[in-house]
Structures are given as C-alpha cells and as structure tokens.
C-alpha cells in the first residue's frame, strides 16, 4: 500500500466512525487521534490493515448498558444508568475501570475503553481493554448511599466479569470505598472469593501495595524520564498539577519526592496555588479523611496559599505541567499561555486531558509532551500486578512493587521512544505510544483468527 492510499483509507474510517457512532463526540477525538498516527505504520507492514484489523479494533467486543435502581436515604427509588464497554480482549482478559461522575455516558465510556486497549497493550502485561461507570453522582450521598449504589451496580455486573474474563477497578469517583462495596456484592451474589475480579481493593484482603499511589507515581517517571532524554533534571522545577483526586495527590507526593515543587491543585469550582509548594499532609486530611474541597485548603494553608474561584491552573507560569483531572481539561488559550509562560514538559495524569488543537501548540513550540496512554499507564500496571498477586495468593512487599512500576514506566517510555524513531519521528511519543500500542493489540488479534 502506498502512503496516499492509506491516508486515503484512514480518512474514510474516520468518517465511517461519525456516522456509525453518532453524538459521540469523545470517542470521535479518542479514535481520530489513534487513526491519524496511523499512516507509516500500515504503510510499512500492510499485513496490519489486512482482515478488517482496524475496523475490528473500533468495535468493541461487546458493550453491556444497564439499569441500576437503588433507594437514596430518604427511602426514594432512583434510577441511574451503568454501562461496561469490553472493548478488546485480543491480549488478556478485559481490563479498565469505573468511573461515577454525572458526565458519564456512551461516548465517555468508549473513548476510554478504546484508549485503554492501547495503555494496556503499552505496559506489556497481558491485559486487554476495557471500561465503565455510571452517570451516578457521589458527591453529596452518604456512605450508605453509595454502598446501595454500588450493591445495584453489581446485582447487573457481576454476570459480565470475572478474573478470567473482565476485571473493573476504580476511575474518577471510584475509590478502595467503592471498590469494596463492588466487590462485597460480588462475593455475596456468586458465593464465591474471587480476589482477581476487581483491583484497588484494600492491602488486607487481596489488593496490591501502592495501587492508590501508582498512577500518579508513574506520571511523574515518565515526566522525569521524557526530561533526561533532554539533558534536563526533574529536581529544581516548578510544577503546575491540576485535579485533585487519587492521581493529582500522589503525583505531588512524587514530584516532592524527586526535588520538584508542585505549585497547584484543582477542582471543578476552581484552583489553589501555593508559592511554597502543596502541604502534602493537608491536602490528603481534606480529600482523603474529610472529602472537601481544594477552597478548604487554602482557608486553612495560611499565607502562601491563594484560592482562585473559577479560572485555571495553566494560567501560573511553571516548567512543567501534569493535567490530572479529566477529558478536554486543557484547550488551545491553555496551551498558548503555558508556551508564553515557558513549559518545557506535558505529561498527562488524566485520560485525554489535552485537546487536539492544544496538542498541536505543545508540540510545534517543542515542548516533550507525553499522552495519557503511555504516561498514565503506571495505575493499570499495578492493577496488572494486582491480578498476578492474587492468581499466585501472594502479597509482595511495597518496595517491591515501586520497583516494577518503576521498570514498567522506563519500558513503556523506551518502547514509545523506539517506534517514534523507527517510524521517523523522534521524540513524538504520541506516535510511539499510538503505534507501539497498536502493533501489539493487532498482532495479537492476527494470531488468533477472525473473531
Ligand atoms: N482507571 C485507570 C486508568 O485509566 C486504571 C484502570 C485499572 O486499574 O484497571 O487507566
């Protein structure tokens, strides 16, 4: 196939995506961005485009939506929707997690299944992709509430997953709380301890050291390795982290750890910047014990700490910046005012984090710009890691976990470094991580058949 016909297939892919999947407009971009780093790929090994690999790879397996019904404290029905998208399973068993926030719909939960397929594929432990969730809302229900919730969510799910065959773990507004409620619901209905179903589950019954912390831990190796190819340190630098969730909290922790200082936090009603560096203590008191809010932070922080209702984190000036919130965070007057500000490095905590056209002005202004897939891909490796230590019954010590997510991020930050320069583009680690990740997945589905 020559190059000009390949662009010409890919561009009808695209718009075959539109029209079988109409308003869906995050599964659109997540699709796109794959397809269009596609090009050199199937160009040079066309056996790869053969057999409808790709239209196979935007299909998913099987997409399971639901009703989930449960009673609010105040003993009234409601009524939400569940949905699990098994995207691939071409490597290993369906592997994603759960998210509980009202934006959930279709199209959120198939753009992240279908970039988890290639985040899975990246860390190189047998897990194939997939994902789900709720357009339940935690916020503001009390523990019983959820704990309802997540018992009608599983009275639906547990008849799609097992340890063998899909295994769920926590996204955004799915927490070890919540993971345990899932899982004791599982354990009740089907009379069985099937520790390898659901990971993050607690240390004391079957969940990995360093699975809270693993995600952000791993964004900030990335970040760090991204900026050695550079010549450049992670210690001195002054860091912008947006969110302030599982992944923004322990990405501080690591950016502290490694001689950085993490200037900001976020929430949906607006930021924090602390000229001193986040105090690591306060904010877990306030997101971890109390579930507050970031404003609660700088009441109690003193005077270094502004809040700043509204606005965004990208507008403080910082070298480095790691979007740890959620989709679409980061859009193009973001990007310009952090290129004017001086960023040297983008590394996504969150999943698509920064918008295509934001993209673009990150990388034309040269600045090292890491995707999610590949850079937040160190809390589905310890999910992986989780699922090993639970078929063996083992329970390995936290160093050496750190260890592996350590290995496991220098791997995935060298494959994608490898393809980029294989494929002629240096340094674009958006076409390293897009096509390493899709040579995997593809060869694998090859091997096994038209399925
Ligand atoms: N939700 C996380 C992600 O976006 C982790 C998934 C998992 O551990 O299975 O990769």
């Known amino acids: 196939m020559t190059a000009a016909s390949t662009q010409e297939r890919l561009a009808a892919l695209q718009k075959e995506i539109v029209r079988r999947n109409p308003a869906q407009p995050e599964f659109h971009q997540a699709a796109s961005e794959v397809l269009q780093s596609l090009e050199p790929v199937l160009t040079a090994r066309p056996e790869l485009a053969e057999a409808a690999l790709i239209e196979r790879l935007l299909e998913p397996e099987r997409q399971v939506v639901f009703r989930v019904s449960w009673q609010d404290d105040e003993g009234r029905a409601r009524v939400n929707r569940g949905f699990r998208v098994e995207f691939n399973s071409a490597p290993g068993p369906y592997k994603g997690g759960l998210r ?25 432990l047998g897990v194939g992709g997939g994902k789900g969730g709720s357009d339940f809302d935690p916020r503001g229900r009390s523990d019983a509430e959820v704990m309802r919730f997540c018992q009608a969510f599983t009275t639906e799910l547990y008849r799609h997953i097992g340890a063998g065959t899909d295994v769920p773990a926590g996204d955004i507004g799915v927490g070890s709380r919540e993971i345990g409620f899932l899982f004791g619901q599982y354990r009740r209905i089907t009379n069985r301890w099937e520790a390898g179903v659901l990971t993050g589950k607690g240390t004391g019954w079957g969940g990995s050291q360093g699975r809270t912390q693993a995600t952000g831990y791993g964004n900030v190796l990335f970040l760090a390795e991204m900026l050695r190819r550079r010549g450049q340190d992670l210690a001195g630098r002054q860091a912008l982290v947006s969110g302030s969730g599982n992944v ?40 971890e014990v109390e579930r507050g809010r970031v404003r609660d932070y700088a009441e109690r922080r003193g005077a270094s700490a502004v809040y700043v209702p509204g606005g965004s984190v990208w507008e403080v000036p910082a070298d480095v910046a790691l979007p740890s919130a959620t989709q679409n965070e980061l859009n193009v007057a973001d990007a310009l005012t952090l290129v004017r500000g001086g960023v040297q490095a983008v590394s996504e905590g969150a999943n698509m984090p920064v918008t295509p056209e934001a993209v673009r002005i990150l990388r034309d202004a040269g600045v090292a710009y890491g995707p999610g897939k590949a850079a937040n891909a160190g809390g589905v490796a310890v999910s992986a890691l989780e699922m090993r230590q639970n078929s063996g019954r083992e329970t390995w010590p936290r160093e050496r976990v750190e260890n592996e997510l350590a290995s496991v991020m220098r791997d995935i930050h060298e494959v994608c470094w490898q393809t980029a320069e294989r494929y002629g583009t240096p340094g674009d680690y958006v076409t390293g991580a897009n096509v390493a990740g899709f040579e995997r997945v593809t060869e694998a589905m090859l091997a096994q058949g038209l399925l």
């Open 248 to 287: 923004a909290i322990y990405t501080v922790e690591k950016l502290h750890e490694l001689g950085a200082r993490a200037l900001t936090v976020s929430d949906s009603a607006g930021y924090v910047v602390d000229e001193k560096g986040i105090d690591l203590e306060l904010l877990k008191q306030i997101k």
């Open 100 to 124: 509980f926030h009202p934006s959930v719909n279709l199209s959120v939960v198939k753009f992240l299944g279908f970039e988890q397929i290639f985040k899975n594929a990246l860390t190189g």
